[in-house]
């Protein structure tokens, strides 16, 4: 079945530095969506992101889905602390009733 | 709009005891998601209904999971007997449409078997 997986699995970074994480599928994905969870909270939706290429910025978050459908990006540009958390991607299963699978997340510190 | 509604927020049972967890989704939603989080893990689907009807329960241990979603509206979870390696949050959430909706998650419940 399909798999996604996220690297890093962590990030520490100091406050004004930027960060990355990385999504990739073993299969072409229909459409992929990033969340994110605060410490003992639940993921909340960030974008969606649907066609080849597409770019999507929301303030200092930048997301990319790759040509080939089958990986994605978001950059943040100059963290602050409020954007500590777990950012996890997901995308539909096709052969499971298109079933979203979450990657294991990573997980950002921002330290002032 | 009222957000989904989960309770409890926390359990703690013994192992072989079992237990139900309860979600109410946002009004109109049609399609309802159960996952479950280990911690520092990202969210595992353990069963996905579309109206009252299950899309996808792949991943469910049916052998002691069970999971009901009459009327298409709220939905309960259970899990008969429990074991140790239950223990997790217990995620549910709701979406407009399907998978390509984004889903909205509810607080989830925190099952701790002992």
């Known amino acids: 079945g399909q798999q996604v997986m996220q690297i890093p699995q962590y990030q520490h970074v100091q406050e004004g530095e930027d960060f990355t994480t990385y999504c990739n599928s073993s299969t072409t994905l229909s459409n992929i969506q990033w969340y994110k969870q605060r410490p003992g909270g639940h993921p909340v939706f960030l974008i969606q992101?649907?066609?080849?290429?597409e770019v999507k910025k929301q303030k200092r978050l930048t997301f990319q889905f790759g040509e080939a459908k089958k990986n994605s990006s978001l950059h943040i540009t100059a963290t602050q602390t409020t954007d500590v958390g777990t950012y996890f991607c997901a995308g539909p299963e096709s052969n499971s009733g298109y079933a979203l699978n979450f990657g294991k997340g990573t997980s950002l510190l921002v330290t002032p | 709009e009222a957000g989904v509604a989960q309770s409890p927020r926390y359990k703690i049972i013994e192992k072989r005891q079992s237990v139900a967890f309860w979600c109410n989704p946002i009004s109109g939603h049609a399609t309802l998601y159960w996952y479950q989080q280990i911690l520092g893990q990202g969210p595992k689907l353990l069963i996905q209904?579309?109206?009252?009807?299950?899309?996808?329960d792949s991943q469910l241990p049916k052998d002691r999971f069970s999971a009901e979603r009459l009327k298409g509206v709220d939905s309960t979870l259970k899990i008969q007997p429990a074991k140790l390696e239950d223990s997790a949050v217990y995620l549910c959430?709701?979406?407009?449409?399907?998978?390509?909706?984004?889903?909205?998650f509810g607080n989830g419940t925190r099952l701790t078997v002992t």
């Open positions: 992101l649907v066609k080849s290429g």
């Open positions: 959430a709701s979406s407009i449409r399907d998978s390509w909706s984004p889903l909205h």
């Open positions: 209904f579309q109206n009252n009807g299950v899309v996808d």
